[in-house]
């Protein structure tokens, strides 16, 4: 491995530490480099914060050493005014002569403007460093700003014979197919996303809370479909202590402070429609959590990034069907007894 890729690696490395509290901002990694030594890295803060390369920078002690540095960094340094000052000029301002960028940024408001102005103030850039690997570390940001909707993770719990649900249930909870292991894990991944989608039948039959109880991270933004106000007052998803947004048809007759009613034509298709509304709200990732017609709405429409698939042991003889499972690049794993899919929709 050269010294380029062996420092973008490390840059990919930092970036991971961003996410998910930098989104919607990518999470971006930066190692600034003397003489093959790392003398300053950084990543990007949580939302409206510093970027990786001022954290860099700033890490710096000696500053005069920066005259005769090459930053690496994973993705193309901003050139506008946002949340904060363009990183393009704290480089140019303190002549960082070499930058090595893993890959450009389509974000519109950038797209290569960044490059420009540094090379037009003088500095060496080189583009284009384990690139494949700095899109995905970035890929619900990539996929926000070039689809121009959210990264979407289908994901659901089927039982050995193929069903998702039993046809009838004792009680208003789910009824679960895989071990505590694998239930943790789908707490964890909520915490990796900015939001979660439900149907209407899901938050009736499970009364689910949709946070992240079984793990240390924030709740996701909590999706659900209700075309008819069905869904009693008295559920979790009306508890008020997560942002809800309630996709529905029938004018609303309450609002609570945390709760936001969306209003969309249920007589079409649904799913261009959603995607809308959650592109609207910079919404850039969700994990789509069933039940099975929303699953299938996404995977007929194929509009789906990744299906993350649990098969427990336990048999239900008869039940609700689970959809089938999509082909793709497929990775197979083991947690305990259960057995996990990773489908993706990408070469």
Same mark, same amino acid.
């Given at each position: ?73 994973? %993705? ?5 005014? /946002? !949340?904060? &000052?363009?990183?393009?000029? *704290?480089?140019?301002?303190?002549? #960082? @002569? ?111 809370? %949709? ?5 240390? /991270? !924030?709740? &996701?933004?909590?999706?659900? *479909?209700?075309?008819?106000?069905? #869904? @009693? ?115």
């Amino acid at each position: 491995m050269n010294s380029p890729e062996k420092y973008m690696k490390r840059c990919l490395e930092l970036a991971r530490n961003g996410l998910p509290a930098s989104m919607p901002n990518p999470s971006v990694g930066a190692v600034i480099v003397v003489d093959d030594c790392i003398i300053g890295e950084g990543y990007t803060a949580p939302y409206g914060g510093s970027h990786a390369e001022v954290n860099a920078i700033n890490a710096v002690k000696d500053k005069t050493l920066l005259e005769k540095a090459t930053l690496y960094v994973s %993705l193309e340094p901003c050139s506008h005014f /946002g !949340k904060t &000052p363009p990183c393009c000029d *704290l480089i140019i301002q303190y002549k #960082i @002569p070499n930058v090595v960028v893993g890959i450009l940024d389509t974000n519109i408001k950038v797209a290569g403007k960044g490059i420009q102005k540094l090379r037009e103030s003088g500095t060496r850039v080189t583009v284009g460093v384990l690139e494949a690997d700095c899109y995905e570390s970035n890929k619900r940001f990539f996929t926000f700003h070039e689809k121009k909707r959210p990264y979407i993770i289908l994901k659901w719990a089927q039982s050995q014979d193929g069903f998702i649900a039993p046809l009838v249930k004792d009680e208003i909870k789910p009824v679960w197919i895989t071990n505590p292991i694998s239930r943790q894990l789908v707490h964890k991944w909520r915490s990796e996303e900015q939001a979660i989608l439900v149907g209407t039948q899901t938050a009736i039959d499970d009364n689910p809370k %949709l946070n992240t109880r079984d793990w240390s /991270g !924030k709740n &996701p933004i909590r999706l659900v *479909l209700d075309q008819h106000n069905r #869904i @009693p007052k008295s559920s979790h998803i009306f508890d008020n202590q997560t942002q809800t947004i309630i996709f529905t048809k029938q004018e609303i007759l309450f609002n609570q402070e945390n709760t936001i009613f969306e209003t969309i034509d249920f007589e079409q298709n649904t799913v261009p429609q959603i995607l809308e509304v959650l592109y609207q709200y910079q919404i850039q990732s969700v994990l789509i959590e069933g039940g099975t017609q929303l699953l299938n709405t996404f995977l007929a429409a194929n509009i789906w990034d990744e299906a993350r698939v649990f098969i427990g042991k336990k048999e239900f003889k008869t039940g609700i069907k689970a959809p089938e499972v999509p082909k793709g690049n497929t990775q197979k794993h083991t947690i305990l007894d259960d057995e996990l899919q990773i489908i993706s929709n990408h070469d």
